[in-house]
């Protein structure tokens, strides 16, 4: 068990939908990222906050938006969903940012488009 | 996205054997973690380097970081079936910004 939690565990939508993924970081840890991974892909890095603030953004969509809230948990917001956004969602947390600062992954929240 | 190059993208081997699998970047990173991921699981770290040559174990896993900072390498001694998983790579070059390599899918035939 990492210490980060990720819900719900399986969301199954239909296009043109919205929906929220839920985090929770391993306790202490102030940075939280959103990764992508579709079937049989590498994982694509989405964006992350620091202690509440947005700190960096990969390959998201306008879409997709996110937010860390005062207690550290994170939402990743999905809307107008499309087929192709069908994948599996990680969230990993680290007690920083930086190089040195590994890490930790959630068992992920895989979503289905229909 | 950017990606990093893992090889092989797949291997069958039979229990007992040792397994090699690399990974390479275009950019010199200063660290690269190794991840193991289960199906249906998130990654789970395995190793981390942080130093050109650096050589690290965990169990029957070795790691190196590559002489050329460009390149990683893991090994897993004597696999057994519970080594099965996609083994990831991943590299930064000292900020936040881990990129993933693209997996290698191990099985092992009892």
């Known amino acids: 068990d990492s210490g980060v939690t990720q819900t719900p565990k399986h969301l199954i939508t239909a296009t043109g939908q919205r929906v929220t993924l839920r985090c929770s970081p391993r306790?202490?840890?102030?940075?939280v990222y959103w990764y992508q991974q579709s079937l049989d892909q590498g994982l694509q890095f989405l964006i992350q906050?620091?202690?509440?603030?947005?700190?960096a953004k990969g390959n998201i969509l306008e879409r997709f938006s996110a937010q860390q809230f005062p207690d550290l948990h994170s939402e990743l917001n999905l809307s107008s969903l499309e087929l192709g956004d069908s994948a599996l969602y990680f969230c990993?947390?680290?007690?920083?940012?930086?190089?040195?600062?590994?890490?930790?992954f959630g068992a992920g929240t895989r979503l289905s488009v229909l | 996205g950017q990606q990093l190059n893992q090889s092989p993208q797949s291997m069958f081997i039979q229990e007992g054997e040792d397994v090699s699998m690399n990974c390479t970047s275009s950019?010199?990173?200063?660290?690269w973690l190794w991840y193991k991921q289960d199906p249906g699981e998130g990654p789970v770290l395995l190793i981390a380097?942080?130093?050109?040559?650096e050589l690290t174990s965990n169990g029957r896993l070795t790691a190196q970081f590559g002489i050329t900072r460009k390149d990683s390498f893991l090994n897993i001694s004597a696999s057994i079936p519970s080594d099965v998983g996609i083994y990831f790579c991943?590299?930064?070059?000292?900020?936040?910004?881990?990129?993933f390599g693209t997996g290698t899918r191990l099985k092992v035939l009892a």
């Open positions: 990993a947390s680290s007690v920083a940012t930086g190089s040195k600062n590994i890490q930790y």
């Open positions: 306790s202490g840890d102030l940075s």
């Open positions: 906050y620091y202690n509440g603030e947005e700190r």
């Open positions: 950019s010199i990173f200063n660290t």
């Open positions: 380097l942080y130093k050109a040559g």
């Open positions: 991943a590299g930064t070059s000292g900020t936040y910004k881990y990129i």
